[in-house]
Structures are given as C-alpha cells and as structure tokens.
C-alpha cells in the first residue's frame, strides 16, 4: 500500500502539527505502507478557477500548470491520504483549502445519486483511498476541531474517499513544550505511531489509540495562565526594542 501525506501548517518540520504528523507515518511504514509527505507551503498551487474547464474543456486536467498536476499523479497509486494541518481560524489553511480545491480534474462532471444525495464519481484510475486528519490546536478544548473535522468528513463523502478518523492534539503549544523538555508526554507520540500501525496492519484505528493522541496533557487554568504569560513576556520583550 502507498500513503500520500500533506502537512498544511506553514511552521513545515517545525510545527506542532509534525509532532503528530511524524509519528504516525512511521506508524504507517512499520505497518508496511509506502509513505510520501509532502509540504503544503513548497508547493507551487494557484487557486481554482472555477470556470470548470477540468470537467468541459480539458476533462481530467486543469488548465493551469503547476504543482497539482504532480499531486494529481500521485493521487492514482494512493491507498491512504492523510491530511495534516492546524485549525486556523476554525478551519484548514489557506495552502491547503487551494490544494484540496484543485484536486477536482478527479472527479467526473456528471451527478450520482448516492444515499439520496448529488455526488461525483472518481475518475477513472483514482482509488476510493482511506483518508485520515492529523490535525493540532492551540485552544485547549477538543470541541475547537468539531468544524475541520466536519469539513474533512465532507470532503470524503465528494471525493469517494472512506473517513478513516482522526488524530487531534488539543493545546498544541503545551504539547512540544513538554517535549521538548522531557516531561510524561511520550506515551502520545507512541499512541500516534501505534495509530499508523493500526491503521496499515488493522484497516482502521482503535478509539482508545485515537483518545491516548488527545488526552489531556495539563488543566484548562494552567494553560491559560502560562499561555498568556509567554504572549505577555514575548510582547514586553519586543516592546523593548
């Protein structure tokens, strides 16, 4: 099996998002799987037209030459397709929204009805691929990822991908933080690897891996105060200058 990754933070190898990102692909290489990760923000993609030329004019292919033409090719042979990112303002980021949006040239114009509901078949030669968010959190509360996830679930009911689930990292910042310093936290990125594993060995990840990526890593008072204690010290110190 193949894995296409796509880690959408702009932070790259250096976000909170990597921390679980990582992990979980080589989760996915030890359960067997080919994996390819690729950055959003190296990529060069424009966003969509909109003028349906994929569908009409040049159907399977966008008029515009850049990186999704790649992404596009990768996308045949992908078994998995894990989309990672942060919630930014509720959502994905913008890097990511334009290269979900340009992968349309997969979808064929025509309507099916599927559960009652307007859908496009894949092209031909795409897979019906796995799709599973990786996605990190500044805010502390696991209610913050309800609206991405939301739009990840949708996204896979159009693109005739199965939702496979979704490893989420509430309070992010506190989350590399402990890492980095060496506190109890590895027990999360070992559930994040074991999730891969699942997923490659097991066709799906178990709930009590899922929840052990999420858990709560310090109380809702204490991340505030010292969230905004840092913000606080990093103003004053650039005030200073």
Not at 30 to 50: D, N, Q, S, W
Request: glycine residues 8%.
């Amino acid at each position: 099996m193949k894995a296409l990754a796509f880690n959408g933070s702009p932070e790259m190898e250096k976000s909170n998002t990597s921390l679980i990102l990582d992990p979980f692909l080589d989760g996915l290489r030890k359960g067997g799987v080919e994996t390819e990760l690729l950055y959003t923000m190296r990529l060069k993609i424009r966003p969509c037209l909109g003028d349906g030329s994929c569908w009409v004019r040049t159907p399977g292919k966008c008029v515009q030459n850049d990186d999704a033409t790649s992404v596009l090719a990768k996308l045949h042979e992908a078994d998995i397709v894990v989309l990672g990112c942060p919630v930014y303002v509720d959502g994905m980021p913008g890097q990511m929204k334009n290269l979900i949006d340009r992968l349309l040239p997969a979808l064929e114009p025509y309507f099916n009805l599927k559960d009652g509901h307007c859908r496009h078949a894949l092209r031909q030669g795409y897979k019906p691929a796995k799709a599973v968010l990786v996605s990190n959190c500044g805010f502390w509360e696991m209610d913050n990822f309800v609206p991405l996830v939301t739009h990840v679930k949708a996204i896979c009911k159009n693109a005739s991908w199965e939702y496979a689930g979704a490893l989420l990292r509430p309070h992010g910042p506190a989350f590399n933080y402990m890492l980095e310093h060496g506190l109890s936290v590895q027990d999360v990125v070992e559930a994040a690897c074991r999730a891969g594993r699942e997923l490659a060995r097991e066709g799906k990840m178990q709930e009590a891996t899922l929840r052990t990526v999420s858990r709560e890593l310090l109380p809702l008072n204490k991340y505030v105060e010292t969230t905004n204690q840092f913000f606080k010290t990093a103003i004053d110190k650039h005030s200073e200058h």
